[in-house]
T-cell receptor, first 114, second 117 residues
């Protein structure tokens, strides 16, 4: 069993759809992250939550909306996406939100926007 | 500005060969952390090692070893006697330990390692 789980693993959605990605960590960590991974680009940090409060939002378009109801769960709500949003979306958690902590990743959701 | 360069985009070796993955970083900070992560085909990044800027001792963990040299701003990763299961994309990352609003983890583009039987 992995410490960080993500569902769904694959998602195909049209540009007018609304969907949500879910992440759950079983490690007792206090911080959670959303990353976007596109081919030939560095990993892009999207959002950081520490103790359920958003501490960082790296200029992500409003069509991506995060939600962190508790320290174990993180959601990414998607609406009116663009084809360029197709990517692997990775969730991660760490013991603290300082950048000295190693992060533990889920397997990702492969998103395709048609 | 902080930057991580992994010059090797793809490496292909035959099983049992030794292979070194290069990582060169740029930072003006005196206190920082360096990381290596492995991303197998299954997708999740797996943490391998963290090193802080004040600890230049090399690290060995089984077949894995890391060579940290501040003089050349490098943090290279060597796999000894590579195995097919080592096939993955390997990422080097740099963080600024002086936490502030601009703190972040700077990622390299990754090196894709293929170990062939």
């Amino acid at each position: 069993e992995t410490g960080v789980t993500q569902t769904p693993r694959h998602l195909v959605m049209g540009m007018t759809n609304k969907k949500s990605l879910k992440c759950e960590q079983h490690l007792g960590h206090n911080a959670m992250y959303w990353y976007k991974q596109s081919a030939k680009k560095p990993l892009e940090l999207m959002f950081v939550y520490s103790l359920e409060e958003r501490v960082e939002n790296n200029s992500v378009p409003s069509r991506f909306s995060p939600e962190c109801p508790n320290s174990s769960h993180l959601f990414l709500h998607l609406h009116t996406l663009q084809p360029e949003d197709s990517a692997l979306y990775l969730c991660a958690s760490s013991q603290g939100s300082g950048w000295a902590y190693e992060q533990y990743f889920g397997p990702g959701t492969r998103l395709t926007v048609t | 500005a902080q930057k991580v360069t992994q010059a090797q985009t793809e490496i292909s070796v035959v099983e049992k060969e030794d292979v070194t993955l290069d990582c060169v970083y740029e930072t003006r900070d005196t206190t920082y952390y360096l990381f290596w992560y492995k991303q197998p085909p299954s997708g999740e990044l797996v943490f391998l090692i963290r090193r802080n800027s004040f600890d230049e001792q090399n690290e060995i963990s089984g077949r894995y070893s890391w060579n940290f040299q501040k003089s050349t701003s490098s943090f290279n990763f060597t796999i000894t006697a590579s195995q097919v299961v080592d096939s993955a994309v390997y990422f080097c990352a740099l963080s600024d330990a002086n936490a502030g609003n601009n703190r972040k983890l700077i990622w390299g583009l990754g090196t894709s390692l293929a170990v062939n039987p």
